[in-house]
């Protein structure tokens, strides 16, 4: 059974720190691509990172977040730096087989989410 379990999740002050981490089980982690995905209240689920042979950014948090993976832990991390109140949301940790030199960002190509994890910006 798969699963992927997000956590790291808080209330950080405007300009603050955060780091996740998605910790998988139950697949080939090595060879599935990564990517986080946030969803804000009253609006879709948005692309953020996504990591496999390449990185990728959605344009609202590159230069602020970094992903990395370690597939000896079979984890995802996302750090992100100089949070902002727009980057409230749930942060979802997904897996495709799709991809492994591609730019996937659509949710319909993920095959595996976690539950979530809950972050919040304010001052």
């Known amino acids: 059974q798969v699963q992927l379990a997000e956590s790291g999740g808080r209330w950080v002050q405007t300009g603050g720190s955060l780091r996740l981490s998605c910790a998988a089980s139950?697949?080939?982690?090595?060879?599935?691509?990564m990517t986080w995905f946030r969803q804000a209240p009253g609006k879709e689920r948005e692309f953020v990172a996504q990591v496999n042979a390449f990185i990728y950014y959605s344009d609202s948090v590159r230069g602020r977040f970094t992903i990395s993976r370690d597939n000896t832990l079979n984890t995802v991390y996302l750090q992100m730096n100089s949070l902002k109140p727009e980057d409230t949301a749930v942060y979802y940790c997904?897996?495709?087989?799709?991809?492994?030199?591609?730019?996937?960002?659509?949710?319909?190509?993920?095959?595996?989410w976690g539950q979530g994890t809950q972050v919040t910006v304010s001052s």
């Open positions: 139950g697949l080939a982690f090595s060879a599935y691509t």
């Open positions: 997904a897996a495709s087989r799709l991809g492994r030199y591609s730019f996937v960002p659509h949710t319909d190509d993920y095959d595996y």
